[in-house]
């Protein structure tokens, strides 16, 4: 069927630390984008990356979509880093579905 | 530029009552629009989306209904809610056509009581 995974579901990190997360996404799912979830509930845009390489400050995320996954890393963690990280991609008919999340705690 | 809005922020309910969610876009012609549950702790569950004015894609429900009355609004609604409708309601919406980058907007957090 149409899926997105992510792993790992949860992770504590020391700040100052780095660290990839993933998003695997099945056939039929394509146009990866990556969120962050703040603590107040707002999704912010982190990466529209449908193939390649993008890197904004400390995040970068590549999508290898011939291999269905896409990598999001974070290096020199901060505590701001701190919430829920969602992946998500279209499938067809312009529906827009989201991986479960993982969730980040950046500890001081 | 392009602006999304949700209202209300807030709302607490009781069970059997109706609701109407409503989600406006600015700045954009003929989006893609869609909206979200989120129960706490938990993922995104797409609900219903629209790729044009009238029409509508449910995913999931049951007790809810949503409406597309104009290019840029996008209505959420029930006539009795219950309990399992408590949640956080996020809209979104693409471009559509050249990019399916979505953006959201703040969101709308609902307990049915």
């Known amino acids: 069927g149409i899926q997105v995974e992510q792993s790992p579901p949860d992770l504590i990190l020391q700040e100052g630390a780095n660290s990839t997360l993933r998003c695997n996404f099945s056939?039929?799912?394509?146009?990866l984008q990556w969120f962050h979830q703040n603590p107040w509930g707002q999704l912010i845009n982190l990466f529209y990356?449908?193939?390649g390489t993008k890197q904004n400050g400390r995040l970068s995320a590549t999508t290898v979509a011939t291999e269905r996954y896409s990598l999001l890393y974070i290096s020199s963690s901060q505590t701001t880093d701190s919430g829920v990280y969602f992946c998500?991609?279209?499938?067809?008919?312009?529906?827009?579905?989201f991986g479960p999340g993982t969730s980040l705690s950046v500890i001081p | 530029s392009q602006t999304i809005h949700q209202w209300p922020a807030t709302l607490v309910q009781p069970v059997g009552s109706p609701l109407s969610l409503e989600c406006t876009v600015e700045?954009?012609?003929?989006?893609?629009l869609y909206w979200y549950r989120q129960a706490a702790g938990r993922g995104l569950q797409l609900l219903f989306y629209?790729?044009?004015?009238?029409?509508i894609s449910s995913e999931v429900p049951q007790n809810l209904s949503a409406s597309r009355p104009q290019d840029r609004q996008f209505i959420l609604s029930s006539k009795k809610l219950l309990l399992s409708d408590s949640g956080f309601y996020l809209c979104?919406?693409?471009?559509?056509?050249?990019?399916?980058?979505?953006?959201f907007g703040p969101g709308t957090r609902l307990t049915v009581t």
């Open positions: 979104a919406w693409t471009p559509g056509t050249y990019s399916y980058e979505q953006y």
């Open positions: 056939d039929s799912v394509n146009n």
């Open positions: 990356i449908p193939s």
């Open positions: 998500a991609g279209k499938t067809s008919y312009d529906k827009v579905i």
């Open positions: 700045g954009t012609s003929n989006p893609n």
């Open positions: 629209s790729v044009g004015i009238g029409q």
